[in-house]
Structures are given as structure tokens and as C-alpha cells.
């Protein structure tokens, strides 16, 4: 088959994106395709729908027209009743950039991506949603340098292609002559892994078959990957924006803490430690419980910073003291941090306790508090046994005098085994999961 533009049935037409098309507006991106033209703005407003009041979530919408010598011929504009193909086309755009952002981090805004055909040759709707994506990450790059978001809430990329059955052959990317006399015509939006976010198909002429589709899907594919490419290109340092690592900052500059926290939480994240997120003020711990102090602090650096917080409260709590030093274990002799006072203070008053009696366990409360105001806490325990003499030099804290189910004491053990089995590692294995589901 030799198509009327002589390409390739694998072929896409010529694309164009020009981004800050339209310098009055937050997000804009002029996109090309073929003989398709369309400009897309973003613009961005506080405050979200009335049905999304108190969630704590922001709001992206669309609006799509064409312009009325888009066609040729003179397309009438909307009036007070919408044109039911336009309100369809915004209704898709929305859905599909919706799916673009985590909307926890727009809370407070809404961004409406308009898409406006100056001139229309088959794809108009893909092209809105591609184009649209550009004028999306444009406006979060904006609202990030007003000082409005404290970082991008754009999670994946987003694009769109059509394709279709013509003359019985499976073809990418249809202008408009083909368009109309397609068997079979599909518009396919994708992300950045290949997965569907919409597909529309119609058997337009007769119905098609599986094999079919799947060749489409291929080919759907392909182009989604070479729009994707384009997109990046045309943000150049912009393309950063595009999922990346999730900010956490941690409630400690304690340094054995954080090396700790930051080998636990891996590298899906931006780990900051208080001192590099620009807080160096003090945090009254005054919590009864492990999980009362580590919430008081992970609020205050969520409150200063702005960023999602992760805090640890942890600590020993000995059997034959009645739970000591428990809360009080960093200033057990009265001075924080003061390990060898804290250790000189539990030795005495364990001098008298025998071998059987000197059970303990190492406590870690974790809590997260993100910038929505969802806080969540879990808890790990490590069993062990006090000891009447330090052993090994590696370690914080009381790790020289607690001996594990292993027979070696927490300062003897290489920093990659005491974090498979410490207290802080069981707490972190139960909060993984909940990083994954809140921060993705």
C-alpha cells in the first residue's frame, strides 16, 4: 500500500513542539503534526472544585475547541450549548494528563491545559494530549520557581498517537483523508512504560480482529515512544521534572542515624538530612511514647520544610528496670548523646541483675507526615541481652553492651548485618510499603 503522503505504514508524520509559545501564559507548547496544528496553554489558579474541598488534593482539567477556520471551512464557535464532540476531546485530554500528576502535591491548585486547533488534519485529539503534556510540565516548572510547589508532581510522561486499518493495511499516525475512509480508526495514550492510560476504537467500516489489534497496539507503541523522545527534547532541562525522586527528609543529623535511614530507604529517594533541608532549629521531644516523638518531629521538619518527613524515635528498654532507660535513652544520665555516660549509668544499675534477668529489646517507632497532613506510624523490636562488659567498636550508643539473638552485640556486627536485623530495619520494612503507596 503506498499511503497518500508516501510513508511508511510504521511511519509518523513530521512533529514539531515549540514550548513558551504563549509568554502570558503559566504553560504553552504549539505542537505540529502533519498538517495538524494546535496550541496548548496551561493556566493555573488557586483553589480546587467544590467536590474536592478538604481532601487535600489539587485539580487538573481541559478544555479542547477548534478554532473556526481550523477546518476550511468555517467552523461555528461554541455558544451557551457546547459542541458535543469538543466537550468528549476535553473530557479525554483531562482524564489523560490527570493521570500525568499525583494530585496530593498540587494540593490547593488547579491547572486547566486548553487546547485550541488552529488548523486540523486527523489527530487533533492526540495531538492536544501530547502537546498538552508539554504545557503541563512547563506550568509545574513555573509554579517550582514561584515558590508555589516545593516540588514537581508530574509522576510519569504522557502521550498520544492514533492508528488505523486503511485499505486493509495497519497504519501509524493517520492524517485526515485517511482518517475518514479507515476501516478502523484507534487513538491510543500511553506513559512512559508502555502502559495504556485510554484506548478508543471503532469499527468504522467493518470490525476488526485481534490480530489487528495488536498490530495497532505495536505500532501505537512506537509512536508513543518517538512523541515521548520529542517531548523530552523540546523541554530540555525541564525534562528533569519528570518523575523525579520524591524528596524525604530525614529527622535526624545524627550520623550513624541517617547513614542508617538513608542505606533503608534506598535510592528511590532524594534523602535530606534536617541540616541539608535548612532546618537547624530544636524539637522538644516531650512524647511519652517512642511513637509520640517520633510524630512531634517528623511534624515540625514537615511543617519548616515543606517536604514529606520521615522520623525515628528509638531507644532500649530493659526488663529488669522496669522498661528504663525507654524514652529517656539518649539523655538516660541527664546529657543527650553522652553514650558513655548514658552506658556507665545502665551498668550500675544493672550490677546486681543475673544472667537470666538481663533481657531487653531495642524499640523503633517511624513516622511519616506528608505535606497533605496524612501521617502515618509503624514499630520495630529487636530481642537481645544485656551484657556486663562492651563488645566491639562499631555501633552507637548502647550497641556495645546488647547482644543479639546471634550471640554478637550490635557493635560487632558489620553495618549490613545490623540492618537486617535491627530494630530500625524492622520498623523500616513495615514503613516501606507505605512509602511506596504514598510517595510511589
Known sequence: MERLDRRNTDEMRYHRMIPDYVRTAAGSCLIETGGTRVICTASVEEGVPPFLKGKNLGWLTAEYAMLPASTGKRKARDGVKKDGRGVEISRLIGR??????????LDGY?????????????????????????????????????????????????????????????????????????????????????????????????????????????????????????Q?????????????????????????????????AGSRYRVLTMREAGFDGEIDENGETFEENALI??????????????????????????????????????????????????????????????????????????????????????????TTEPRGNGGFGYDPYFETVTGETFAEMAQEDKNKLSHRSRAMDKMQPILEEELG
Open 96 to 105: 489523560a494528563l490527570r493521570q500525568a500528576v499525583d494530585r496530593r502535591l
Open 110 to 230: 488547579t491547572i486547566t491545559v486548553d487546547c485550541d486547533v488552529l488548523e486540523a488534519d486527523g489527530g487533533t485529539r492526540t495531538a492536544a494530549i501530547t502537546g498538552g503534556f508539554v504545557a503541563l510540565v512547563c506550568a509545574v516548572d513555573r509554579m517550582i520557581r514561584k515558590g508555589m510547589l516545593k516540588e514537581s508532581p508530574v509522576r510519569r510522561q504522557v502521550a498520544a498517537v492514533s492508528a488505523g486499518v486503511v485499505d486493509g493495511e495497519c497504519c501509524l499516525d493517520l492524517c485526515y483523508e485517511e482518517d475518514s475512509t479507515a476501516g478502523c480508526d484507534m487513538n491510543f495514550v500511553m506513559d512512559d512504560t508502555g502502559a495504556f492510560i485510554e484506548l478508543q476504537g471503532t469499527g468504522e467500516g467493518r470490525p476488526f480482529t485481534r490480530a489487528e489489534m495488536d498490530q495497532l497496539t505495536d505500532l501505537a507503541e512506537k509512536g508513543c515512544m518517538e512523541l515521548m523522545e520529542q
Open 232 to 264: 523530552r527534547r523540546c523541554l530540555g532541562e525541564r525534562r528533569a521534572l519528570i518523575a523525579p525522586p520524591r524528596v524525604l527528609v530525614l529527622a535526624s543529623n545524627n550520623p550513624h542515624k541517617v547513614a542508617e535511614l538513608k542505606a533503608m
Open 297 to 386: 518531629k517528623a511534624r515540625a521538619l514537615r511543617d519548616a520544610t515543606g517536604y514529606a518527613a520521615l522520623a525515628d524515635d528509638s531507644g532500649l528498654e530493659v526488663d529488669a528496670l522496669n522498661g528504663e532507660p525507654g524514652v529517656h535513652s539518649a539523655r538516660y544520665a541527664g546529657v543527650h548523646g553522652d553514650d558513655r555516660a548514658n552506658n556507665e549509668l545502665l551498668i550500675e544499675r544493672m550490677k546486681n541483675v543475673p544472667p537470666e534477668g538481663r533481657t531487653a529489646h531495642f524499640v523503633s517507632a517511624v513516622a511519616l507526615a506528608l505535606p497533605c497532613g496524612r501521617e502515618r506510624t509503624v514499630r520495630g523490636e529487636c530481642p537481645g541481652v544485656i
